[in-house]
Structures are given as structure tokens and as C-alpha cells.
């Protein structure tokens, strides 16, 4: 059996030419024949071979355009677009206290959201599959959607995951290490699941809908209770070699420094992740295990000291890894993104001034800095986006294998 991970670079030259053409129709929206093979650089006859495979497939259609009202003769025009019904995919994002599902046909057009409540932030690995599948049916049954359906689903956890094999070397939503998810998804799910890093997911989204749209090298950084990263460069996702790559989380800021939650010292996000501010914050009392973030942002505004010294810290190092981050990418554009609670202010304009001051100075404009609000939903969506890839490229390797039978 073929695994359901299935990256682009394992098709065949002819589907590979399959691929490429439904990426012309999907950016295109509609287009010709003759139009895609001029784009393509490709000979009218491979790309209507391709297209033929194509449309059997159930992926494209046809649309027949009359001539305009100008032109007197002529036969309709035959142009193709993406085929909406041809599936449903699903993304799913595993946050602390939820699972977020989004649902989306093949052209990406959403067909509903759904937010499912987690009793618990980190699960056993049979735990949270049956929880994902839970969200999943819960979904489905408020949209009316048959799960049978869903062609594929794209599931975002935090940590270090490979995104090629559905290994997961730690998450901080898992209580095991080194788990390979593709037996439990086979044995929990209905359908082909793909398991990618959550902050690779937003970078994904940012690229197709958000503030990276167009762009080919920039930076997603996610602050909550950790710090993630997705890095886009000449506008394709960056994985690292083991799939582990971007952990901006655990980048280094302190020689033997404060214990991260991956059981190392002195990460970045044992100072700026919300689980290091709430614990950096505490005083010993009862009333600290149920602070958040909100409390601590609160109490810094009223004159708290200790608050306010963490922030303070933590805004610091924050903005010295983002200057690095310059330093080492020179990007187009960084994106900063947190879901909940929203950025303050006092906080974001400590972090961006220590990010310019340890930038080195050359005599170019700083890379743009976006501070985003992000909706949750952002996360699904772009998790949807990216199982739609991985979905196309299964679907065309399925029609491959059987013009080959
Ligand atoms: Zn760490």
C-alpha cells in the first residue's frame, strides 16, 4: 500500500505534467487549453492529454463561453476550472483547549467551521486521533456533510513533526515521544490524514490569503503557548531535512537557562511562551494556577513589578530572536501572529524597538513587521489549504495507477 503521505516529488514525469496543469487551472480560476500550454511552455498536445486524464478524473471541468457579442462566427470557447464537488477536504488545527475544523471543497471555498472542546491540552496519541475524529463527525453532522466525502484531512499539532511521514518527535499537545501517527490514522480515521506543524499551517494560509499573498520569502512567527515559526521561501513551504525545521521556539537565548517544556534550558519560549510568563509571574498562591495571560497583562498595567519584569524581559529576548531572524533570512516581510488574547500594545512596541536595535544596520529598509490578531480559524483554513495539495497529488497518482492497469 502507498502511504497516504505523499509529497509532490514522488510522481512520475506524467503526472507530474497532470499536477502542474490542475495548478495552472487553480491559479488561473479559468482558463484554455491554449491558454495553460502557453503558460506552461508546454505543447498543446501534452496539455490536453493531461487535461483529458484530468476531467475522467473528476478534478476539472468544462465550461463552454460563448464568443462575445463582437465577434460574429466563431464556435464557444472550452474553458476549464477546478471542479468544485469533485471532494471535501478537511483541516483541523489541535490547540490547548480545542480542536478547530474547517471544511472546504476542492476549489477552497469553505463549506463550514467548527470548533470542538478538549478537557485536556496534552493527550495520549490513541486520545487525541479519536479526538480529532470526534471534531471531525461533529463537523460534518452540523453541516450536513456526509463524512464519507472527506477526501483527505490535514491535521496541525505544535512541536516537531514530520510532514512526509507523519512521524511526530514531541508535541507539547502528546505525552509520548516518537510517535508515528499513520497506523492510529489508518485505524481511528475515515480518510488519508497528513499531520504538519501548526505554524507551518499558518504560514501556508498567510501565503495563499493573508499578508504573504504574492510574496516568496517571508516568515511566520506564532506566539501563544509556545512560539512557532513557518518559513516560505522562493514561495514554497521550508520542512528542514527531518521535517523538524523552524523551531524558533527552541532557539537558544540562554546558556543554561530557564527549563523549556521540551526538557531542555534557555529556549526562546521559555521566556516569551505564555506557559513561561504565567510561571515566571507566579508567587507561590493558589490564585497563580488559574492566571492567564490576560491577568498578567493586566497586572503590569496597574504597576505589578514582577508583571511587569517579565514582560519586560520577555518583549527583550522576543525582540533580539526576531532580529536574528532578519539577520539570518533577510526577509520580504515577518509576520508576528498570536490568536488569544490579542497583542498589547506596550508589549509590542518594547518588542519592535529591541527588534530594530539588534538588527544589523545596513543601508536597506527593515523587512516589514506585521503584529496580527489571528483569527483561530486561520489556522484550519490554511491546514485545509494544504490538505487540498496533498489530496491532488494522491488523486492524480490514483488516475496514474490506473491508466497504467
Ligand atoms: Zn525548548
Known amino acids: 500500500m502507498t502511504s497516504d503521505f505523499a509529497p509532490a516529488g514522488t510522481l512520475d514525469a506524467r503526472d507530474a505534467t497532470r499536477l502542474r496543469v490542475l495548478q495552472c487551472i487553480r491559479s488561473a480560476g479559468t482558463i484554455s487549453r491554449t491558454d495553460i500550454a502557453r503558460a506552461l511552455d508546454s505543447s498543446p498536445a501534452t496539455v490536453t492529454s493531461a487535461c483529458g486524464a484530468l476531467l475522467d478524473a473528476g478534478l476539472i471541468r468544462e465550461e463552454r463561453r460563448m464568443p462575445s457579442e463582437n465577434v460574429q462566427r466563431g464556435r464557444p470557447r472550452v474553458m476549464l476550472q477546478i471542479n468544485g464537488e469533485a471532494f471535501a477536504v478537511a483541516g483541523l488545527k489541535v490547540a490547548r483547549e480545542a480542536i478547530v475544523v474547517m471544511i472546504v471543497d476542492f476549489r477552497g471555498d469553505e463549506i463550514g467551521s467548527f470548533v470542538s472542546p478538549l478537557e485536556a491540552s496534552c493527550m495520549d496519541p490513541d486520545g487525541l486521533v479519536q479526538e480529532v475524529r470526534r471534531a471531525l463527525d461533529a463537523a460534518c453532522a452540523r453541516h ?20 512526509e511521514t507523519g512521524f511526530m518527535h514531541w508535541s507539547s499537545s502528546v505525552t ?18 497528513f499531520l504538519d506543524n501548526d505554524a507551518n499551517l499558518v504560514a501556508k494560509a498567510e501565503h495563499l490569503f493573508g499578508a504573504g499573498r504574492g510574496l516568496s520569502n517571508f516568515l511566520v512567527v506564532t506566539l501563544e ?46 521566556y516569551v511562551g505564555d506557559y513561561a510568563l504565567v510561571r515566571d509571574t507566579s508567587t507561590g498562591q493558589q490564585s497563580d494556577a488559574a492566571k492567564s495571560i490576560q491577568d498578567i497583562l493586566h497586572a503590569a498595567r496597574n504597576g505589578d513589578r514582577l508583571a511587569r519584569e517579565v514582560l519586560d524581559r520577555a518583549s527583550q529576548i522576543l525582540g533580539v530572536a526576531l532580529a536574528n531572524l532578519v539577520n539570518l533570512f533577510d526577509p520580504e516581510h515577518i509576520v508576528l501572529a498570536r490568536s488569544r488574547p490579542p497583542f498589547d500594545h506596550p508589549y509590542t512596541e518594547a518588542m519592535l524597538t529591541s527588534l530594530r536595535r539588534n538588527t544589523v544596520q545596513v543601508d536597506a529598509p527593515l523587512p516589514e513587521i506585521t503584529v496580527r490578531n489571528l483569527d483561530e480559524m486561520m489556522w484550519a483554513k490554511g491546514a485545509a489549504a494544504l490538505g487540498i495539495e496533498m489530496v491532488t497529488i494522491l488523486k492524480i497518482r490514483e488516475r496514474g495507477t490506473q491508466d497504467a492497469a
Open 176 to 193: 509520548e515521544r516518537n510517535v508515528d501517527f499513520a497506523p492510529l490514522f489508518r485505524k481511528h480515521l475515515p480518510c488519508p490524514t
Open 144 to 163: 450536513g456533510l456526509d463524512t464519507a466525502r472527506i477526501a483527505g484531512l490535514s491535521l496541525g499539532i505544535p512541536g516537531f513533526v514530520n510532514g
Open 225 to 270: 503557548h509556545g512560539v512557532g515559526m513557518g518559513i516560505i521561501l522562493n514561495g514554497e513551504l521550508y520542512r528542514g531535512e527531518r521535517g523538524c525545521g523552524a523551531e524558533l521556539g527552541h532557539m537558544k537565548v540562554q546558556f543554561g537557562g530557564a527549563l523549556c517544556q521540551c526538557g531542555q534550558r534557555g529556549c526562546l519560549e521559555a
